[in-house]
């Protein structure tokens, strides 16, 4: 009986102090009796190998402690779907916050230098933070429901008739995840044009001077057409995220958006001189600047068509959504 | 699927299907008191046999639970903890049992159907 022991004991070191001496006693008298049942079958006692048998089909004593313990877990399955559903929805606007709370901190640094590698390098930790938060305001009001308070039950006081509208086929509006990442990349786009001048004016100067050619000075009066085009296009698409159910401010926003984008390429088409020959021994020939500015002149043509091209189809869609909506609607899957 | 895959299934299905089953024989056998190695003999006796391992703690959250009482009591010279229907259990069984009867009934209905339909 040395080894029903040992495994009673290994069973105990699982369970709880209060309820540990009655349940070994019960599991005793259980697995006795188990083994007794065997003893009578074969009309003898029961050989060290075969009580081993009895053992080990009982269980692992780490498990067969488990089933005694009251079912554990964080989340529940009746909150789980909705912290599921918290977790997959705020983790855009965590992207957001993170990205606006670092562009603020890079305004107000004295130093105006972008270190990339720790910008990314934060990033998992920030998200780990926002996880264990979630979770454990999730597993906190979990235990309180019941205790402290009734419960929450879920199935009751929604009403259909608040459900959303129905959306129609055509044009549906971008997912949260494509309007936080249009945001994002306004912001990332401001904060990489602000930079640069200070990269290559200050410690990538030098890198600048062996440059073969070099900017033109227009360069001072549209960058700063720029970064105001991009401000505004920012601000717009931050209010986009929080827009999407107003449809038609939405749109009308996307179009000023979308033209704002125009105004900057044909600014930029104006210019028709972007480069002029380097002063260093291995600077371009003007004629190859010419070449080369006529180069990219040609490249802002072309964005410009696909440009114009994509506003007059996204205009086109809007149009006919709104005829569609007129006529009726039809389920997005 | 691949047969391994869909033995996993079956199995996972299978024991979900037997887990509320378990519960009302349990507590239709404790109607007379059991203590837990006698009552895993009669239920397997019936054709409802249980692991050890689920039916003892079965037991203990079904007292927690308030629908069994138990009591320790000397027998052949040992002490054995005995197991049996609470009056809340009784009633709780009462209405499970009803519940029982109409998922079999229904079952019934549909398998037969099906049956009925494959012949022709």
Known sequence: MDLLERYLQSVGEYLPARSKAD??????????????????????????????????????????????LPQQHLIGPAWFPIYWFALKKSFPFV?????????????????????????????????????????????????????????????????????????????????????????VMAAVGIVWLLALPYMLLGPRLGYLRQMPFTLTPDWHIVYWQMIFLLAVQLVLKTVMVFLHTARGWYNALEVIVQVSGLVILVIMLRMRTYLVPGTTPAAMSLKDVTGLNALIHLG????????????LWDLWKMVTGSRTSQKGFVTVL | MQPTSQNELSDSLRLELRRGCLILAVLAQLRVEH????????????????????????????????????EWREEEKRNKRFYRLSSEGAAVLELLMAEWNGINDSLHRILEEKAVKKER
């Open chain 2, 35 to 70: 203590y837990g190695y006698t009552l895993r003999k009669a239920l397997a006796d019936q054709g409802l046999s249980i692991e050890e391992s689920t039916l003892y703690p079965l037991l203990r959250r079904l007292e927690t639970q308030g629908l069994l009482t138990s």
């Open chain 1, 23 to 68: 349940t070994l006693a019960e599991l005793r008298e259980n697995l006795l009796a188990e083994m007794e049942s065997r003893e009578e079958e074969l009309g003898r006692a029961l050989t060290e190998n075969e009580t081993a048998e009895v053992l080990e089909k009982h269980g692992r004593p780490v498990l067969v402690a488990a089933r005694y």
């Open chain 1, 95 to 183: 992207v957001l916050i993170y990205v606006a709370t670092q562009c603020i901190a890079w305004f107000s640094q004295a130093e105006k230098g972008v270190d990339l590698g720790a910008l990314v390098g934060r990033f998992p930790g920030i998200i780990l933070t926002f996880w264990a938060v979630l979770t454990l305001g999730f597993a906190c009001f979990e235990y309180a429901e019941g205790r402290y308070f009734h419960r929450v039950d879920l199935s009751k006081g929604w009403n259909p008739n608040e459900l959303p509208k129905l959306e129609p086929a055509q044009g549906r509006q971008p997912s949260l995840v494509n309007r936080v990442a249009n945001a």
């Open chain 1, 300 to 311: 802002f043509q072309i964005a410009l068509v696909v440009a114009v091209v994509k506003l």
